[in-house]
């Protein structure tokens, strides 16, 4: 399948990119989004960033007519100011994240991110790291797994899942996973629309690649990158991101947090952002229809003052 940058336009948009500044793309993925954005840099510069080192190098061939304009480099978004410090950067004029797994990850069955395809356990971002999802799932204990399927995938399923899980360790594959989850939910939970395993494959893939607290990290890290006028813009797929995203922009929009009683303001905090979109920024009826993956994706976007 071809890859198909979400809200592409609209997220060219918010960076309201500036001739000569300089960009970051934290999920550089295969480029698509680095690519329209060095298409409009006129002498600027893209730094792309990813945990993939597939992603990595393909990426790079795709965009080496750009030259020196692109660079990509291989990391987590804590790693971010370290990254740009190590490439003598102090400031950006903007930051990209379009979270979660990419859809070349999810096609490479291979990976282990797909319950529609059989693989063994794996789901990392970054294959060179340890602690695959095999070692997670036959390795956690009842309280982990049931709070992970909780907290990471909002299954009401959970504690009874986490029971089938153990009862059925060790689990090899990605349909095996799948097995273990489905014997564990009601008729009624299987005739869902959505498929039963959902749910569950989207907490241990976030628990496997500590997605939140490195989400939350990369945000304040951008946060103190980002030049004045800069732009910070992040697209998320399910509600735990974009509930951090929401309230981490709203921590940075706001300004001073004394009691309304207080005469005067002691706690001296002023906004560090001003919002740029009141309402998140959601893919047209097309683009839904083009690309079927788009339909959960939100975009937010803030502005250094």
Same mark, same amino acid.
């Given at each position: 399948?071809?890859?198909?940058?979400?809200?592409?336009?609209?997220?060219?948009?918010?960076?309201?990119?500036?001739?000569?500044?300089?960009?970051?793309?934290?999920?550089?993925?295969?480029?698509?989004?680095?690519?329209?954005?060095?298409?409009?840099?006129?002498?600027?510069?893209?730094?792309?960033?990813?945990?993939?080192?597939?992603?990595?190098?393909?990426?790079?061939?795709?965009?080496?007519?750009? &030259?020196? /304009? *692109?660079?990509?480099? =291989?990391?987590?978004?804590? !790693?971010?100011? %370290?990254?740009?410090? $190590?490439?003598? @950067?102090?400031?950006?004029?903007?930051?990209?994240?379009?979270?979660?797994?990419?859809?070349?990850?999810?096609?490479?069955?291979?990976?282990?991110?797909?319950?529609?395809?059989?693989?063994?356990?794996?789901?990392?971002?970054?294959?060179?790291?340890?602690?695959?999802?095999?070692?997670?799932?036959? &390795?956690? /204990? *009842?309280?982990?797994? =049931?709070?992970?399927?909780? !907290?990471?995938? %909002?299954?009401?399923? $959970?504690?009874? @899942?986490?029971?089938?899980?153990?009862?059925?360790?060790?689990?090899?594959?990605?349909?095996?996973?799948?097995?273990?989850?489905?014997?564990?939910?009601?008729?009624?939970?299987?005739?869902?629309?959505?498929?039963?395993?959902?749910?569950?494959?989207?907490?241990?893939?976030?628990?496997?690649?500590?997605?939140? /607290?490195?989400?939350?990290?990369?945000?304040?890290?951008?946060?103190?990158?980002?030049?004045?006028?800069?732009?910070?813009?992040?697209?998320?797929?399910?509600?735990?991101?974009?509930?951090?995203?929401?309230?981490?922009?709203?921590?940075?929009?706001?300004?001073?947090?004394?009691?309304?009683?207080?005469?005067?303001?002691?706690?001296?905090?002023?906004?560090?952002?001003?919002?740029?979109?009141?309402?998140?920024?959601?893919?047209?009826?097309?683009?839904?229809?083009?690309?079927?993956?788009?339909?959960?994706?939100?975009?937010?976007?803030?502005?250094?003052?």
């Amino acid at each position: 399948m071809e890859h198909m940058p979400v809200l592409l336009n609209e997220c060219i948009e918010a960076l309201d990119l500036k001739p000569g500044g300089t960009y970051v793309d934290a999920t550089l993925g295969r480029g698509g989004h680095a690519g329209a954005v060095l298409e409009l840099l006129d002498g600027g510069r893209l730094i792309g960033i990813d945990r993939d080192s597939r992603a990595i190098e393909e990426s790079c061939e795709r965009l080496s007519r750009f &030259g020196g /304009s *692109f660079c990509a480099v =291989k990391g987590r978004f804590s !790693e971010l100011r %370290e990254i740009l410090r $190590a490439l003598g @950067i102090e400031k950006i004029d903007g930051l990209l994240m379009d979270l979660g797994v990419s859809s070349p990850q999810l096609d490479d069955a291979a990976r282990g991110f797909s319950y529609m395809q059989d693989a063994r356990l794996d789901m990392r971002m970054d294959a060179d790291e340890p602690g695959s999802a095999y070692e997670l799932i036959n &390795g956690a /204990s *009842f309280d982990e797994l =049931k709070r992970i399927l909780y !907290e990471y995938g %909002e299954e009401r399923y $959970a504690p009874v @899942i986490a029971r089938r899980i153990i009862a059925r360790r060790p689990l090899e594959s990605t349909f095996q996973l799948v097995e273990a989850i489905k014997s564990a939910m009601p008729p009624s939970a299987l005739r869902e629309k959505q498929h039963p395993a959902k749910r569950s494959f989207q907490a241990f893939r976030i628990a496997v690649n500590e997605e939140l /607290s490195e989400l939350e990290k990369g945000i304040e890290a951008a946060a103190a990158l980002i030049a004045p006028e800069g732009r910070l813009a992040v697209i998320t797929f399910h509600s735990l991101e974009d509930r951090i995203v929401k309230n981490s922009f709203q921590r940075l929009c706001t300004g001073c947090v004394c009691p309304k009683d207080f005469p005067v303001c002691v706690c001296k905090k002023t906004p560090r952002f001003r919002p740029i979109t009141k309402r998140p920024v959601l893919p047209s009826e097309r683009e839904t229809q083009e690309n079927p993956r788009s339909r959960s994706a939100k975009l937010r976007v803030c502005e250094k003052i």
